[in-house]
């Protein structure tokens, strides 16, 4: 039997070890993409505050100058 032969059912431990590295890139990369969605969606909320107190301050500005 050829060497190639005889060693075709088994893993490669170079070729096992690339595999689980690709599993972990992909299982972190996952992750950054989960973490960076709950930073956008903290910036939106962010954003919305302060969209809501600068309306809040135009307004207060507005009966400010109607009074004076």
Request: glycine fraction near 8%.
């Amino acid at each position: 039997m050829s060497e190639s032969a005889a060693g075709a059912g088994a893993p490669d431990p170079g070729v096992e070890a690339v595999n689980g590295n690709a599993l972990a890139d992909l299982a972190s990369a996952a992750a950054t993409r989960e973490h960076a969605r709950s930073l956008m969606a903290s910036a939106d909320a962010i954003d919305e505050q302060a969209e809501a107190d600068l309306a809040a301050a135009l307004a207060s500005a507005d009966e400010l100058e109607r009074g004076a």
